[in-house]
């Protein structure tokens, strides 16, 4: 039976600032054919999701709406053609339709969900798609274009070292650029052997000298601003960047000589057109890696909280990225 009307976060406005959002009652959608109901359990707190409360995402939902991208949660109930056997099942999901998963119940596409074995924790499943699936898309670009070494940015984030383990797996070196001395311990104890501090005078010179011992030819940027341009300039001739966050929120400026002279190129990644553009086995293959290397697709868990306080969350959560995920339990 699914309730009329459930507790969730709403957003009323896209506005700059952490501090519009509401908690109230809202109703819960009838599933279509091929939905499902999910009561979720948690749901993370991501860039993307700070990004889109804010209007600055690659889509904006009409309001009033429930942020949120992704979540775990057991499937309450299923739409009339959906797969019956869902029902009861423990899973990871994606937030399809009309509203996001921070709030009790979550309606979604039946593509849009993937059920869990045992031997993933709820902690792991709250945040088991767009992460690992954007890491795993990225690190096989990078194994298709036969990569020996990959540059990466915002490397001490949850994704950051994603891409590390799985380079670490399919045996790419990594160069990774942090921004503050206190994520190099870290990034060292999982293992990373190239860690440049992007705040360091010596920092593009370093950048440069390492692309080239290292043959690194791509490299993938969560940042933006100056720091992409910076990467960009340091890649040895004929290389490609391939932005995939903003997290500096300022535009990035190069020069031309890069891609005239030096036949460099700058391309976007978005998981969304990479779910879109991929076969179904691909997609199937990268699933299958995810759950079979879960170890390597872990994010550290900074707190959980009720519904109730996602505000708090969202500020606690920005004020410390590198400190782990957030949770919103309902
Ligand atoms: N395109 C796609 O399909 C896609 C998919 C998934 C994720 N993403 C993007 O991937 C990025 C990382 O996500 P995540 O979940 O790994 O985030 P996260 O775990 O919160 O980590 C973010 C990391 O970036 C660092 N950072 C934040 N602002 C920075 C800045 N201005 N300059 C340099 N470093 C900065 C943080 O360090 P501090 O602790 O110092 O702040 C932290 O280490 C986000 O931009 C997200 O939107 C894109």
Known sequence: MIPAAMRAVILREYQ??????????????????????V?????????SDLAFIQGRYGFRRALPTVPGFEGSGVILAVGAQANQTLIGQRVACLATRADGTWAQYLCTGEQDVIPLPNSISDDLAAALLVNPLSAWAMVDLARA????????TAAAGALGKMIMRLCQRWGIETINIIRREAQISELEQSGARYILNSSEPTFDKHLRELCV????????????????????RALPNGSTLIIYGGLDGQPAQFTV???????????????????????SETRAEALMDILAN???????????????QAPQALQTYESSMTAGKVLLIP
Do not use: C, N
């Not at 890069?258 to 990479?274: E, P």
């Open 16 to 37: 700059a600032g952490l501090d519009h959002l509401s908690v109230d009652d809202f109703p819960i959608p009838q599933p279509g054919d091929h939905d499902v109901i």
């Open 39 to 47: 009561k979720m359990t948690s749901a993370p707190v991501h860039p």
């Open 145 to 152: 274009s036969g990569a020996k070494a990959i540059v990466q």
């Open 213 to 232: 011992t290292l043959g690194a030819h791509i490299a993938f940027d969560a940042v933006g601003g100056s720091l992409s341009a910076s990467v960009l």
């Open 257 to 279: 000589d890069q891609f005239i002279f030096r036949a460099k190129q700058v391309r976007g990644f978005w998981l969304s057109h990479w779910m879109r553009d991929v076969s």
């Open 294 to 308: 879960s170890e390597d697709f872990t994010s550290p868990i900074a707190g959980r909280y009720p519904l109730e």
